[in-house]
């Protein structure tokens, strides 16, 4: 072997050790659940302030793991504030898919999809897993009247 193709091949290995120790962001994989294969984790995107994952478009406008978004428009066709709007709206999304199953604000780690939950993320004050289960047992048909009570009540905090 020539000198030159050595150094050359030298050079080509440290160069990709350094981008692999420095530059590619490592990939990580995480079970969802014990019952789950582990999928890849997304990482870089915004927390939403309503499902507390980091899965908020780039543009802040809307989550890509609940859908939801949190506006002062929204909020005002609504009829309420933002800060109540964030309430009702996690009631909504924590309440979705919890009917005979334990209600777990901070859980799991990452979604089917692979965003990861932001472990600074809290809850409204105003939400736990018994307010959630409340909401659950309204029926639909009143969750209007509902909505305006819940509003009332925290404005009267
Ligand atoms: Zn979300």
């Given at each position: 072997?020539?000198?030159?193709?050595?150094?050359?091949?030298?050079?080509?290995?440290?160069?990709?050790?350094v981008?692999?120790?420095?530059f590619?962001e490592?990939?990580?994989?995480?079970k969802?659940?014990?019952n789950?294969?582990q999928?890849?984790?997304?990482?870089?995107?915004?927390?939403?302030p309503?499902?507390?994952?980091?899965?908020?478009?780039?543009?802040?406008?809307?989550c890509l793991?609940?859908?939801?978004?949190?506006?002062t428009?929204?909020?005002?066709?609504?009829g309420?504030?933002?800060?109540?709007?964030?309430?009702l709206e996690?009631?909504d999304?924590?309440?979705?898919?919890?009917?005979?199953?334990?209600?777990?604000?901070?859980?799991?780690?990452v979604?089917?999809?692979g965003?990861?939950k932001?472990?600074?993320w809290k809850?409204?004050?105003?939400?736990?897993?018994?307010?959630?289960?409340?909401?659950l047992?309204?029926?639909?048909?009143?969750?209007?009247?509902?909505?305006?009570?819940?509003a009332?009540?925290?404005?009267?905090?």
């Open positions: 072997m020539k000198k030159w193709m050595l150094f050359g091949l030298i050079v080509v290995a440290i160069a990709a050790t981008y692999f120790l420095f590619r490592k990939t990580t994989w995480q969802v659940d014990d789950k294969p999928v890849e984790v997304i990482k870089g995107l915004q927390t939403c309503v499902c507390g994952y980091q899965a908020m478009k780039d543009d802040g406008t809307i793991n609940c859908g939801k978004t949190i506006s428009q929204k909020a005002m066709e609504e309420v504030s933002t800060n109540d709007l964030l309430m996690q009631l999304y924590f309440s979705r898919d919890t009917v005979n199953l334990i209600v777990d604000l901070f859980g799991p780690k979604t089917d999809k965003y990861p932001d472990p600074n809850p409204h004050p105003n939400v736990d897993a018994g307010q959630v289960n409340e909401f047992r309204i029926r639909v048909d009143e969750l209007p009247a509902v909505k305006k009570e819940l009332d009540t925290t404005k009267n905090q």
